[in-house]
């Protein structure tokens, strides 16, 4: 024994030694290993006898892994983890941090490098701090409306513009359209419900059509945006997961889709994400959260992102077609998407095809890009404003419910572009298109979004749809005639009826046959069975999926009636 009776040394931890809790915490620190160092740390030989540790006071250590924020393309830039100590607070899993910490090397895990938090700040970037000052309201007024300008002509101003950042070959609807969805705040109220005021949508075109070069060129102009591929990302990467720790536990990391929460996320190459990427993001459209499955439990953490996803055609077996080779835009999306479900989750598609003919670099815009530091006030107060400041007074939103049962009557199908959430997608794009048009009141407090916004978020949306491209108009038409039933259509099946009623009884009892058991049913030969099925198809009471018959809503409808007709016939004869 060194040490005489009633000694007494003291360890108190600091700034500069801050290290030293590296010795204390942790999964593999026991009592017996924890008052050892203690001993260490006081001074004392560790086999020092008949001490008595008394601990004073202590404090909670969380430990967590960090990464970088990524505001800019991840296809450049490697992002670094480290693993983090702080003292007292936690930080929140997917939250944003403006951090301070010492790097220190790990005693007791091989000296890897960690750090020890000196102090965590909550930050969202600038946007969380944006106020409104007298020289932000002076820049902001140049995008705002003149007495005798309309909301078109304002946007397409805007749009020539952008060509002075994007390059001359900037073509007007993949502006708008990209614009549009960096333009949006997150949350609107209309009337007592809260509903998400930012846009998901897809742009697919033909290769060199400038839709990832405007993308970038906006997102380096407002600096603010994350820009990723999906050909090379991993479900991980983009949601999420837990990592083994190499035997020490597991280390739960965030993906890119929360640490942008409250950001914008542009996803290329969506071709080459897969469909379990796709039905991940699904996920996320459905509930704006994150759910990890760990060892420990469930973690849940917020993912409200503006997302933009750009895509070529879909490739089939190695062979890509142009857009103009499709028979409607409905296909393109089913190709890409997949799923109704899924397709009717985004607020629009925008296709682009190839142009008849290229526009010279050298070629001259018209009109002078507005200052940088406008554009990046712009979309700073809009991203800052609260559902409580988005504004639609109730004239408004009746507005709204009008245009969206218009453009419902017009082009509902079962391809849900439009459907029972067009009110909301309308919605969506008129506050953008105030919000980029800065429709405010005295104080900029308010984004005022005005009928004429709505009438151009809806004649918008049917531009993109009812063109000689996407040919939505056609697609609609054609699937109303499988499913519209006439009176001449009545008629036409109660002529097959008279002949063939067993046929026709069995095809109404069934969701869908083979040729083979319908002829059997029939009793024809092959010839007038053929003929049969002709009239049958050319009536479009039936429809062919490869060697199945699938009888049509026509169908459905019309037998029916036909049978009613022609029992109230029967008897009166």
Known sequence: CTLAEGDEFEWVLEDDNAEDLLYLVDSGVTKDKRDTALKRLAGI????PFIEIQILSSTDVHKCVVSDILNTSTTDVTTSELVIYS?????GAGKKYDLLYKPVSHPLDNMRMVGIAKSADDIDLDVQNFEVTEGIKERLKVFQLDWNETVRGKMEEIAERAKGFIGVEARQEVTWATDLFF????????????????????????PRTMKSATAKAMQAMYELGTITSLKTATVAGLIGGSDSSGGKGWKTRIGLLPQAHRGAVIMEEFSGGGRDTISKLTEIRSSNRVRITRVAGTMDVPAMVRMLSISNPATN???????KQYPSGVQVILDLVGASEDIARYDFFLLVDEPEGYISPLDMFDLEPYEKQAYMDRIRWIWSRSANQVELERSVAEHVVKCADELNQAYDSHIKLFGAEAWKKISRVAIATAGMLVSTDDNFERIIVRNEHVDFAAQFLKDLYDNDLFQLKKFVENERSYSMCRDADVYTLQEIYTNHSSMLEQIAISTEMTQRQLQLVSGLEQKEFGILMAKLTESRFIVWRGEKIIPTGKFRKAMPQMKSQYMKRASEV
């Open 45 to 48: 030989d560790p086999k020092e």
């Open 183 to 206: 333009h949006t705040p997150l949350e609107f109220k209309i009337g007592r419900r809260v509903e998400r005021a930012y846009l998901d949508a897809m742009i697919i075109g033909d």
């Open 87 to 91: 003292l007292d607070k936690s930080l």
């Open 317 to 323: 077996g190695g062979i890509s077609h142009s857009l």
